[in-house]
């Protein structure tokens, strides 16, 4: 192993491993993938070899590294560990991920994330003081400055052992690679490994490359191989009617960008809803006076079913885009040719095909009416010809014969047409993603994609898909009329009254997520000509037992500046902010709070100047209470089997959906030590469990408590089973 080549193929990944330290020389700076595309099987074989020799330096430099859920509290656990048995069978471990969070990393090993799991690293001081803060697209000039010399990347085999697909995890890996190789031609020392997975759906277009590309690649023997899954969360109500608003404001033709999440689930769900039931969707709308209410649904929006159909272009292809795509939403084409772009989108390109399209093409300038070989190239390119034709010696092959390729001659155009021509345009692409993530439905699912369907998803680089920028892959006039009506939906922590997002972290300087790429979609919204950024976010939420307000009058940190404020809807509607006056902005983020809090609110904006001391909320927007929403909700849900808790399928089964909803009440109603109090009060004068409640102990471990707090945490379940309507009491 001494010849320094690439492509050489490893079974044991302790051998792949040695095999990078040496070429390196013991000090790995290593740099992998948001999300999935790790390869694991090779980080741990890292992390081992670090573990047993002090002397190997290894910096893991990487995003949201995915660990099993385990539970926090003992019933959570009850709870989760037969869960995580059964759904993630097979899924290997992160071992460093798990030593972070036990905070047992090793002195000579170092992992920097720039995204992290929601919530997971709050009371962790290590990883506080080593998040590095960055957008998206500056992540790949954020790894250079901190010397990352090594990548790995899970990748998926072709059939041929010809080529790799970046698959799940081209987003950074594409504008990183180019980097490293100036330093390897510069001197430095550089290795790229792959580890190859079959269980990884293959995508074409930018995400394949050659194997050669590849330093190292190892192929693990007799190692678990299944892709983490990711569980599905529950759809609250007040969830579906903010997804129910934002759909509102999609524009048919347009370009769609939505995050993982039950409000990104929502969102998708309704804009389904809209196609298949516009009439029901519409009434809806009716029922919440939703349009006279909020004037910019109409103005911004629209309610009609998609008939031209959405483009994705989004840095996280959700599964909720599979979904669109089956229901025939997204559909609408982009092509990597500007002037071809704008015929399809004005609806100068017939569908199905006809000889006029050539006609259509010509007229602008895209190809000549006597067809040279550069024109026939291109036809084949964006799908119009069949990948068979060819000119040679002046003459196209069509059929038996051989003719000039004049559009002017009848003849020519009538033999084009019949063996030439496509019946549809099939060189465009429906979607572009930086990354995918989620179920193992959604993986499975997408390894069935036919090779037509396949090839109308385009996985690639974050460069391309989060900036407007020219990019090696397209450059920003392209982007510009590719991405018409864009509509680009994130959702938040916190909204403060002058328009200001909260998204990633605390006042207090601790991070909860990351910024992503949120800033780069709400700053691109603001440069295309007829886009929108759309934040998204629940009224309130519960902290410590007590319900709070999402919408502040301000609040010590902010992800999104007020300066880049635009349209933010809770499930109490939408306020339009963009160019707004201060005083506008104000009012319209009141009139979407909970109705428990307006008055606070509006006392802190007048008391700051900020509104008219004479102003008061509106009639229409005095009823924001829950109670509300679940009036709007259970008509739907009961009588049209409409918005279900978990709307596109879960590993949960029935009775532990159940179990879910009644942890969630107890987590919130305990939350304070007053509310702690009055549950353990309360669940001791729970009368006994009936037969009706048996299974659920059971599931639990229950049935038969053993000692004092199993017993206490029987009960405690039994009035949280009851409490949310589970099970009654008899």
Known sequence: MSEERTGIHFRQAERCAEELIRRLDGDIRIALPLGLGKPVHLINALYRCACNDPNIQLHIMTALSLEKPGGGSSLQKRLMQPFVERVFEGVPDLDYAKAVSCGELPANVTVTEFFLRAGSRLGNADQQQRVVLTNYTHVVRDLMALGVNAVGQMVAPDAEGQQVSLSCNPDLTLDILPRLRAQREAGDAVVIAGELNPELPWFGHDAALDRASFDLLLEPHNQPMRLFPVPDLAVEPADYLIGFYAANLVRDGGTLQVGIGALGSAVIYNLLFRHRDNGLFNELARRLDAHSRFPALAEIGSTERFEEGLYGCSEMMVEGFLHLYEAGILKRQVVADRTLQQLLDCGAIPDPLDITALDRLVEAGCIETVLKARDVQWLVRFGFFD???????????????????????????????????????????????????????????????????????????????????????????????????????????????????????????????????????????????????????????????????????????????????????????????????????????????????QNELTRQAKNAGKIPKGWKVPRAHRNNYPQRIEEAVAPLRDHHQLFPAFPFGTDFTQEEQELVQALQWLREATGSRRGLLAVIWRALRQPAPVTAERSALERMGLMQPGGWRERLEQRMLLHALRVTGVTRSH
């Open 387 to 597: 990948q068979g034709c060819e000119l040679k010696g002046g003459r196209l092959a069509l059929g038996e014969e051989a003719v000039r390729p004049d559009l002017g001659d009848e003849r020519a155009r009538a033999l084009i047409e019949r063996y030439a021509l496509q019946e549809r345009l099939i060189g465009g692409v429906v979607m572009h993603g930086g990354f995918f993530l989620g179920p193992a439905r959604f993986y499975q699912r997408l390894r069935e994609l036919d090779e037509a369907a396949r090839a109308r998803f385009s996985m690639t680089s974050v460069g391309f898909v989060n900036h407007l920028y020219d990019h090696p892959l397209g450059d920003q006039a392209l982007k510009t009329v590719q991405r018409r009506r864009g509509r680009f939906i994130n959702s938040v922590m916190m909204q403060t009254l002058n328009g200001a997002a909260v998204s990633d972290g605390l006042e207090d300087g601790r991070v909860v997520s990351g910024v992503g790429g949120q800033y780069n979609f709400v700053a691109m919204a603001h440069e295309l000509p007829d886009a929108r950024s759309i934040l998204t976010l629940r009224a309130t939420r519960t902290s410590a037992g007590r319900t709070e307000s999402n919408i502040r009058f301000s609040y010590g940190h902010c992800t999104i500046p007020r300066h880049l404020r635009d349209i933010v809807v809770t499930e109490y509607g939408v306020a339009d902010l963009r160019g707004q006056p201060d005083s506008d902005v104000y009012r319209r983020l009141i009139c979407i709070a909970d109705s428990r809090f």
